[in-house]
C-alpha cells in the first residue's frame, strides 16, 4: 500500500541538508517520492509500506546527520 507520511527533521539549516535529507531517503529501495521543507522542518514521504517502512526511513535521515521525529 503506498502511505504518505510526514517526518519532522531537526539539524536542517541550509539547502544541502535538504538536499542530503532528500537523497538520503530517495535512495531506500521503495520510496516514491520525498519533499523536504527547510521551514516547515518536515519531509514528506510516500513510500511503498510493502518494501520500506518508517522506521528506516527515519533511520536514513539519521544516519545522514540529521534528527527524525
Ligand atoms: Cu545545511
Known sequence: MKIKEDIT???MS???CVKAVSEAVKDLDGV???KVDLED???T???DDQKVNLE???AAI???GYTAV
Request: contains cysteine; charged residues 40%; aromatic residues 4%.
Open 9 to 11: 527533521v531537526n539539524g
Open 14 to 16: 541550509c539547502k544541502h
Open 32 to 34: 516514491k517520492k520525498v
Open 41 to 43: 522542518k518536515r519531509a
Open 45 to 47: 514521504v510516500e513510500y
Open 56 to 58: 528506516t526511513i527515519k
Open 62 to 64: 539519521t544516519e545522514a
